[in-house]
């Protein structure tokens, strides 16, 4: 029996290279007709390069990347006043973070699948489910059954929409524009990222190659959206670094979207489909942990489906559900939370806000990465 995989994000690439690995066979269909570089870096934590060392990808990522070995959080002019050493974790897992760009991912991703496992130009528009498998039809009027499914199409996921009942998403209200400079950091800079937060607005950047920076910043609006030819302007109270970053990407290559996430659902499976990564689970991107969580799914549920065999993919989809879903929706909350603390507005709160943070021991910021660290034992 064969595997239908809806989506070639990281989540869906990922899923069908761990399957692969168990010798259990899965394509995907995927809707655009090439899979294009997406202009912006990621940050793969640890539990997601412990999945990447597991499928025997941790060093081509690392080499494809830069090392990220602590996560600061700073005021606008850069100081300090929150920050997470990962070497603590480096020496428990045997892995490093790592910041890489999404397009130099995906090309290592592709290359471990045989071509004729991903199939492009497939845009699924709709979904019904027969007797015994599921009929999948396409935007250019062809359509398949499958007789075991995977949602891997993300936030606005077809395969959620069409077969189950709940799906809401919320918008946080924040702009975010992402960009990849050709940039060299400050030595000090170099393995670290750096999250300055102002008044509602942040900016994050990394060293993601030795000449290219990834950049991403975030602002609250209500009605009316910011262009990106606000963004210097929004920016001018931060350090010099941060704007000199801003104005060394040139305006078109830099990516503009809106911050959106899903209201944590109750089911992600249901007979023989299944969600996984944002499908299931999309987050606001405030812990940088989205795709890390999909990687984690792919992990999970590529073991679940070893351990109890294709003949009772249901049985594979309730374990990998009971696995996944408490962490992944604690990703979700406390991101949104986050997202909302992060963006505060007021001097006098954002003043303790940061005095608060500046007396957190680093023994307690370690233990809330611990939690996100650890995978599940199947
Ligand atoms: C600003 C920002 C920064 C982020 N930074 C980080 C970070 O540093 N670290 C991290 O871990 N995460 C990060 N994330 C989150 C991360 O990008 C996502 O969680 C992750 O990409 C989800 O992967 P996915 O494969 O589940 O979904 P997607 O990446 O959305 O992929 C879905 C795929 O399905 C395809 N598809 C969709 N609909 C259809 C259809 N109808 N038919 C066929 N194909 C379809 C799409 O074309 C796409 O290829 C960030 C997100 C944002 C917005």
């Known amino acids: ?25 899965a394509k995907i269909l995927e809707q655009a007709n090439e899979i ?34 602590s996560m600061n959080i700073t005021d606008a002019s850069l100081s300090r006043i929150s920050s997470i050493d990962l070497t ?43 007797d015994s498998a599921y009929q999948l039809k396409f935007s250019d009027g062809s359509s398949t059954t499958s007789a075991v499914l995977l949602g891997a ?11 189950f009942s709940e799906t809401k998403i919320r918008s946080a209200y924040q702009m975010c524009w992402r960009g990849v400079t050709n940039f060299t950091l400050p030595k000090n800079y170099r393995n670290e990222l750096n999250e300055a937060w102002g008044k509602g607005d942040r900016i994050g950047f990394v060293q993601i190659s030795s000449e290219k920076v990834y950049w991403y910043a975030l602002k609250t609006f209500r009605q009316d959206q910011y262009s990106v030819d606000d963004l210097a302007m929004l920016f001018q109270n931060y350090h010099p670094i941060v704007k000199e970053i801003i104005r060394s990407t040139p305006v078109g290559a830099i990516h503009t979207a809106t911050i959106s996430d ?63 879903m408490p962490k992944a929706h604690q990703v979700v909350n406390t991101s949104w939370t986050l997202g909302k603390v992060a963006h505060w507005k007021s001097s006098l709160a954002i003043q303790l ?26």
């Open 262 to 324: 899903l209201e944590p659902i109750k089911h992600w499976h249901q007979d023989n489909v299944c969600l996984i990564g944002d499908a299931a689970h999309a987050t606001t991107p405030n812990m940088g942990q989205g795709a890390c969580q999909a990687i984690e799914d792919a992990f999970v549920l590529s073991e679940c489906l070893a351990k109890y065999g294709l003949d009772h993919p249901a049985q594979a989809f309730s374990e990998y559900q009971r696995l996944r």
């Open 36 to 69: 294009k570089p997406v202009g912006a870096g990621i940050i793969l934590a640890n539990n997601a390069m412990q999945v990447y060392d597991h499928l025997g990808l941790r060093k081509e990522i690392e080499d494809g990347g830069n090392l990220v070995s």
């Open 88 to 130: 603590y974790f480096e020496k428990k897992h045997g892995v490093k973070n790592v910041a890489i760009h999404r397009g130099e991912l995906q090309k290592i991703l592709v290359q471990q699948l045989d071509k004729s496992k991903v199939e492009l130009g497939n845009e699924l528009i709709k979904v019904e489910k027969l």
């Open 153 to 163: 199409d993300g936030l606005n996921s077809k395969v959620r929409e069409y077969l």
């Open 1 to 25: 029996m064969n595997i239908d995989i809806i989506g070639a994000g990281i989540g869906g690439l990922t899923t069908a290279i761990a399957l692969q690995k168990k010798g259990i066979r």
């Open 353 to 378: 806000r940061n005095q608060l943070m500046r007396m957190v021991p680093p023994s307690i910021n370690r233990k809330q990465s611990e939690k996100i660290f650890q995978l599940a034992s199947v």
